[in-house]
Every structure is written in C-alpha cells, then in structure tokens.
C-alpha cells in the first residue's frame, strides 16, 4: 500500500494502532461472538465500553468530579443550539466571534427567540487572521455564558490565553484542539467537540459541563436537555456505540503517549516544524497574525491561485492527501490533529522545498 499522508481537517486521520485493534476486534468482541456494532447498548459489554471511554477522558483531561461528561450525537453543530437553550432562556449570552464555526454558533443562537445574543469581540474585519482582545469590563457579570471557539478549524487562529470572565461560565468550542492541549477544565462551565477530529470517527458529540450548569431551564426536548442526558448517563436513546467504541481506544492511546499534556508536546513539535519552514519559504506563507497561530490547522500560500492548485494537484500524487484549504479561505491547510505522524510532517516539508525550487520563490 502506497504511503499516505492524510492531512484532512476532519474526519481526519486515527491513530494506526487503534484501527488495527479495532480491526482484530471487529467481529467478535471480547469472545462475545458479535461485533461492537451488533451488542446492545443495555449490556454489559457494552456499559464497560462507555464506562471506561468516561474513565479514560476523566483522566485525560483531569476532568473533576463535579463535571459530567456526556456523549451524545448531532455534532458540534447541535451544540450551538443546546447550549443556549438549555443554559441562556430568557437570558444574555455573550459570544466572541473567531470565525466561520463561531459565527454558525452565534446564528443558531440568535434563533432562539427568548436568548438574547451580544457579540462582545470579533476578529471578522480581518478576515479572522487573529484573535481579538476580550477584556474584564466586556463582560456582562449577568450573562449566561460567555461563547469562545478556542481553535479556529477553518481559519487557524487559536486562543492561546482563555478570556477572564470572572463567574460567567466560560464555553468553549474545542471541536479542533480538544485533548490537543493542556487546558484546566474548571476554567470552563461547558466544554463539547465534534469526535471527528481528535477524539474518533464521526458520529459522536463529547459534552463536558459543569454539575450546577443541569436543569437551568426548561427544554422542550428530551434529547436536547443535558439534564436528562446527563441523569440517563448518555443512554437516554440508542447511542452511537462504534464511535463510543472507537474513542475509547483512542483515549487508551492518548494515555500511552502521556494525556492531554503529551499530546501538546507533540503537536507544539509538529506545527513548529510546519511554521519554521514557513518562515524559511520564499514562496510559501502563512495568512495568520504570528501570536495567534493554531497548533492543529495550519493554513499556507504562494499568493498565486494558479500555483496553489498546482501544488495540491501534485502534493496528493505524492500521497500528501487533503491539502485543499477551505473553500472560505483559499490555499492550503495541513490539519495536524494528535493522530498526525511527524512523518507526515517532514515529507510535507521536503515536497514544499522541492516544489519551491521548481517554481520559483
Ligand atoms: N466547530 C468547529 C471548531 C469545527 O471545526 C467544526 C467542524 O469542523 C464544527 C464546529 C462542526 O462540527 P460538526 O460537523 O460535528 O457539527
């Protein structure tokens, strides 16, 4: 098989010993005679699954006992929607705006009729290269929350100091640098990401809130109340049990390569690489405001849409596979979520030096 580098910005790349696990397991289960997709999500097989997946992301992320986690479906895109329904009625939420996923929130947000959305900070004047300054007094001490994106997928800003919103519970979307970094979780009320990136295959939604955050309003939905999810330990319906599955041993890798904090480590090392070799091109150039650069979505470009496009065309003949950028941005993107080998890294680096001496810089 050919080597590839898949630097997708999601669903993205899975840890190789984790598929080949999951390929030994795959039709029968811990000698159950059935596949993980085939047991019921009420066994015992599989409580121990989502039992353990909890346990593992507990110690990952040193989530404390007042916190529930909860895994549910819709993506993080449902988020933007549970979150101020479940936490904003009748209520102020406050959101900072760092680009395309944190203005989908805040119009989902806005949908709601009885929540009241303030855009207290927003970067979307520059196209979102940089992340803007939230300062204390923006803060309204009555707001539900306060809304951040800590990694912008699409535009590779990333929040590299979190907002001080003194006892306003901070949210955060960290669909693209969850586990990807050290964050402490009390820093948060709510915490969710879309399993797509660093967590598993699609299909499942992490949810990680604070114990007093249950039950602040009514919810007209069963499935859309954290509450009822939280009380139901994720099993209130039939819950994505594959994805479940394959997130916890992800999670069991994660641990092997030293938790939240040994991920950092690798991926400061990576995008280092990337950004060095950046700097170095002549031709090659980053878009975003040096200070804040995104470890996992690093965006580049020649300046020219016709070289662009050549390099992508011949980067993935190269097997350097899903360098197209958004198509909101343009040029290319290298996604180096925790799965991303360095390997991977370094031909991306030597077949940019060669296409650079190519064609000129
Ligand atoms: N938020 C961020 C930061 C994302 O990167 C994405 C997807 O790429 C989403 C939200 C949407 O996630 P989903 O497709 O799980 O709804």
Redesign the pocket.
Known sequence: MKTVYNFS??PAVLPKPVLEKAKSELLNYQNSGMSVMELSHRSSLFESIIQDAEQLLRELMQIPNNYRVLFLQ???????TMIPLNLAQNKKAQYINT?T?SK??ISEAKKLSNVTVEVIASSEEKNFTYIPEVTEEMIDPDAAYVHI?T????EGTAFTTLPKTGKVPLVA????NILANEYNVEDFGVIY?????NIGP?GL?VVIIREDLLGLSEVPSAMLDYKIQAESHSLYNTPPTFSIYMAKLVFEWIKEQGAAAGMFKQDQEKAALLYQALERSSLFSSPVNPANRSLTNIPFITGNETLDKKFIAEATEMGLENLKGHRLVGGMRASLYNAFPIAGVHALIDFMQAFEKENGG
Request: net charge positive.
């Open positions: 910005a999601g819709g993506g993080a895109s449902l988020q933007f680009g996923w989908k929130a994106t990694n912008n997928t699409i979307d960290m669909s693209s990401a879309g399993a797509q990136k699609a939604t």
